[in-house]
């Protein structure tokens, strides 16, 4: 029953299921690393963490560039300390909550994404999804080496490509969401907190 419920949703939303891959809610095992429990799992969701990748971006070329005032040690330094607030930063964020902003939101649209091979996206979002990913790789990647060879005219319109389609793809993934939101009884509980309620049954037992 609830197979058939899930693809009748997605149907109605268009979404065609990946060719040997079964619709039907997925293994606990295999989406274990996509569950919305545990601490660590709501801070990385924190909008903040959107923000963060998109301001990263700049601050890495600036890292890269220092080369030509510091040296490659030194530059080597702050370019990997700017990578490694990009990782590590999300898990002080303080834990999402309620109802979920445009920055959450393409959070949960990306572990959509990630999730697809389980459980199907629509087409459209997933090729336009991979098209914005890998046009902000590339503009990375030439960003980078603009820097190494500290050419703005290389590094700069490269950084612009970079942010402009990281924010498309961040925003794609909100549409996601909205899209796919109810497609998975584990996507819709995503932005729900879990309430204790063991301090007010010590109150009331005391």
């Known amino acids: 029953m609830q197979k058939k ?26 989406i274990q690393p996509f569950l919305a429990r545990g601490p660590l799992w709501q801070h990385r969701i924190h909008p903040a963490a959107a923000y963060l990748r998109v301001l990263a971006l ?4 600036a890292a890269v560039w220092s080369h030509t005032l510091f040296g490659a040690g030194p530059a080597t330094g702050m370019s990997a300390a700017t990578v490694l607030l990009l990782l590590i930063a999300p898990r002080f964020f303080p834990a999402a909550s309620g109802t979920p902003g445009w920055a959450a939101k393409s959070l949960y649209g990306e572990r959509m994404w990630l999730n697809r091979i389980n459980l199907p996206i629509p087409e459209d979002d997933a090729r336009s999804a991979l098209i914005l990913f890998l046009t902000a790789l590339t503009g990375l990647l030439i960003m980078i080496w603009g820097a190494l060879a500290a050419n703005a005219l290389v590094c700069l319109p490269a950084l612009l490509v970079a942010v402009i389609a990281r924010f498309a793809f961040q925003n794609r993934m909100a549409i996601l969401y909205e899209r796919m939101r109810d497609a998975h009884p584990l996507y819709r509980f995503w932005s729900v907190s879990a309430d204790n309620d063991n301090p007010a049954r010590k109150r009331k037992s005391a």
Do not use: E, F, Y
């Not at 700049?58 to 070329?61: D, N, Q, R, S």
């Open 5 to 30: 419920r899930l693809l009748d949703i997605m149907q109605a939303q268009r979404i065609k299921p990946a060719v040997g891959t079964d619709a039907s809610p997925v293994k606990r095992s295999r």
């Open 58 to 61: 700049p601050l890495l070329a």
